[in-house]
Structures are given as structure tokens and as C-alpha cells.
């Protein structure tokens, strides 16, 4: 079992910057991939980045892609997803979720634990 908690949503104007972490307590979480799933009102979740077990290889969804970089200290058992040139549309719910592989991790299907999330409100 892996208890995934979110923390560092918040509401910021359109532009600024956010950096929700994702923190697991014991020793199992570096072993994990995890990924960062928002879910607007409405909408289904959907994947926009993944890191692996080990902090080397990274994924991001083309929507994100040059503005958010995930980044993980396995010391602090916690992932973190820096958010920059923020846009009303990344309005959401974001959940962190953790999959034996990173490939598992870019799709809503793949992971096997979840966080509760942490909202994100861009004001445009």
C-alpha cells in the first residue's frame, strides 16, 4: 500500500505559478512511478506528466509541455509539480497517483494508488 497526499493547490491569476508536492510516507515510495492527473468540473482526469522511479526519465502531455516539470527527492518522499505560465483552462483537481513504470503512469488506467487531491484555481 502507498498513501498518496497532496498538498500546494491554491488560487492564482492567469501567468503566475504553482508547486503542488505529493508525499507518501515509508519506504515503498521509491520504487514507484507516479503521475499528475487534473480533473476539471465535468471533465474526465486526464494525464500531464510522469516521472520514474529514479527521477530520470520524465513524460508531459503536449498541453503542458514547456511550462509544468516534474521533479521528485526520494530523501523527502515526495514529488513536486511545478506549474509556470499558469492558464484558466489548468483549472483542476490535481491527483497524484503512483505505477510500478512510468508508462503505466500516462494514462488515468495504469496507476494503482491515489491521492485525494489538491485544487488548483486559475483566475483569468
Known amino acids: 500500500q502507498v498513501q498518496l497526499v497532496e498538498s500546494g493547490g491554491g488560487l492564482v491569476q492567469a501567468g503566475g505559478a504553482l508547486r503542488p508536492s505529493c508525499a507518501a510516507p515509508g519506504r515503498t515510495f521509491s520504487r514507484y512511478a507516479i503521475g499528475w492527473f487534473p480533473q476539471a468540473s465535468g471533465k474526465e482526469r486526464e494525464f500531464v506528466a510522469g516521472?520514474?522511479?529514479?527521477?530520470?526519465?520524465?513524460r508531459y502531455a503536449d498541453s503542458v509541455q514547456g511550462r509544468f516539470t516534474i521533479s521528485r527527492d526520494n530523501a523527502k518522499n515526495t514529488v513536486y509539480l511545478q506549474m509556470n505560465s499558469l492558464k484558466h483552462e489548468d483549472t483542476a483537481v490535481y491527483y497524484c497517483?503512483?505505477?510500478?513504470?512510468?508508462?503505466?503512469?500516462?494514462?488515468?488506467?495504469?496507476?494503482?494508488?491515489w491521492g485525494q487531491g489538491t485544487q488548483v484555481t486559475v483566475s483569468s
Open positions: 497517483a503512483a505505477a510500478p513504470q512510468i508508462s503505466a503512469t500516462m494514462t488515468p488506467r495504469g496507476p494503482d494508488y
Open positions: 516521472i520514474n522511479w529514479s527521477g530520470g526519465s520524465t
